[in-house]
């Protein structure tokens, strides 16, 4: 081979490269695109649900409500979704006093087992 044939072979070769980087990056874009777009979906649904959550409960009850976040994130966050079902199949009547949400929440912790621990 000569000179001029490999310099025209490395040519082609780093433009193959750079058509497959460009590629590439086009299809990073694109899923950054789209994850922005999920997540731009995913705070206006629970924009949403703080807004029905909010019109549901009395203020004691919200307190709970925000209390149980801090220590329970994923439970709070099942309870809210729960009480959005209930408000959408209409099935709450008026706010829901903190009496009433614990017993909703004791109902939904009800599935979980508890374990005791005996010492020998």
């Given at each position: 081979?000569?000179?001029?044939?490999?310099?025209?072979?490395?040519?082609?070769?780093?433009?193959?490269?750079?058509?497959?980087?460009?590629?590439?990056?086009?299809?990073?874009?694109q899923?950054?695109?789209?994850?922005?777009?999920?997540?731009?979906?995913?705070?206006e649904?629970?924009?949403?649900?703080?807004?029905?959550?909010?019109?549901?409960?009395e203020?004691?009850?919200?307190?709970?409500?925000?209390?149980?976040?801090?220590?329970?994130?994923?439970?709070?966050?099942?309870?809210e979704?729960?009480?959005?079902?209930?408000?959408?199949a209409?099935?709450?009547?008026?706010?829901?006093?903190?009496?009433?949400?614990?017993?909703?929440?004791?109902?939904?912790?009800?599935?979980?087992?508890?374990?005791?621990?005996?010492?020998?």
């Amino acid at each position: 081979m000569s000179e001029e044939e490999i310099k025209k072979k490395r040519l082609q070769e780093q433009q193959e490269r750079s058509s497959m980087t460009e590629g590439h990056h086009a299809a990073l874009q694109q899923a950054a695109a789209q994850q922005m777009m999920q997540q731009q979906m995913l705070q206006e649904q629970m924009q949403i649900l703080k807004k029905i959550v909010s019109q549901i409960l009395e203020p004691k009850a919200r307190e709970r409500l925000s209390n149980l976040k801090l220590v329970k994130p994923d439970i709070a966050l099942q309870l809210e979704v729960y009480l959005v079902q209930l408000y959408h199949a209409v099935q709450i009547r008026g706010k829901i006093t903190e009496g009433q949400l614990v017993a909703i929440l004791s109902k939904l912790s009800g599935a979980r087992k508890e374990f005791k621990i005996r010492r020998k």
